[in-house]
């Protein structure tokens, strides 16, 4: 681990890798624990440890906005505890991992649009929206 670009180019891939342990990723770079804490302040500002829970929190977010479920995200984020993940989730985010979840359609199995209290529909309006500027170019 010769600088910060190195660190910040493979830390992702490595720390999910590394079954997001600080002590495993250190190994991997060939470093102590303390010389990664160090140059992960130093390149990221944050320590492994926090930035790692950033990276797995930010990545369950995607899943749920994808339509996962907040087992399934939790699973794939590291999490075994659902109930652990969703108050770290709301620590971070300030609110829970439900909010963030966009529903899936039962009849096609992929993410619904999503419905206005009044029954309009935002997907569509976004889409008809996306229609009339490309239209008008």
Not at 12 to 25: D, G, K, T
Not at 43 to 58: A, D, H, K, S
Request: hydrophobic fraction near 35%.
């Amino acid at each position: 681990m010769n600088g910060g670009l190195e660190l910040t180019q493979l830390l992702p891939e490595l720390a999910a890798q590394a079954q997001w342990s600080v002590a495993e990723l250190a190994g991997m770079y060939g470093v102590s624990v303390k010389t990664l804490e160090r140059r992960c302040r130093e390149t990221l500002g944050v320590r492994p440890r926090e930035w790692m829970i950033r990276l797995r929190l930010e990545q369950a977010r995607t899943r749920l906005q994808n339509g996962a479920t907040v087992s399934a995200a939790s699973y794939d984020a590291g999490y075994p505890d659902p109930s652990h993940f969703a108050r770290a989730f709301k620590k971070h985010f300030g609110q829970p991992p439900s909010f963030h979840r966009l529903p899936v359609s039962p009849q096609t199995g992929s993410p619904a649009p999503e419905v206005t209290k009044n029954g309009k529909c935002l997907q569509l309006a976004q889409q008809m929206t996306a229609c009339f500027i490309e239209c008008d170019q």
